[in-house]
């Protein structure tokens, strides 16, 4: 049975708004200990309990997947701080770091002076609906 330490093997599917968006399918299975916060915490919630061959549809809200969309999150950036401001499309993900800490952000907009940035995760305000199996729970 999954419990806080069990090392915990499952397949899984995620679709988001009907759509698959990923799967453990070209992969393998997703492999976490559990308790540790390794995955979202909604998921975690619902596993916690569950046993090998067990199969399940959970739906996790946003304030327990990638949380609910942050407006602060969306920042202009001045475009002279881009590498190749010229190449910059809307929709590119940009890489960066603010006070020695990463981040990674959609362009939403581009103006002649600046880009808006949003660094919300991708599915922030998403509700998620997986389907899991579970392969194996190692105590």
Known sequence: ??????????????????????SSAERGPLEYVH???QIIPGLEEQLT????GDRREIT???EKGYGPIDPAAVQQVPISAFRDPEGLQV???????????RF??????????SATLDLNHPLAGKT????IEIIGVTP
């Open 128 to 131: 998620l609906h997986f389907a």
């Open 49 to 52: 309990g569950l046993e090998v």
């Open 35 to 37: 308790g540790l916060g």
């Open 1 to 22: 049975m999954i419990r806080n330490g069990s090392r915990v093997s499952l397949r899984y599917t995620l679709t988001v708004d009907g759509e698959v968006i990923d």
């Open 104 to 113: 990674e952000a959609r362009v939403v907009e581009i103006g002649p002076d």
């Open 60 to 62: 996790v809200t946003p």
């Open 91 to 101: 929709g590119d993900t940009v890489y960066g770091n603010i006070e020695g800490r």
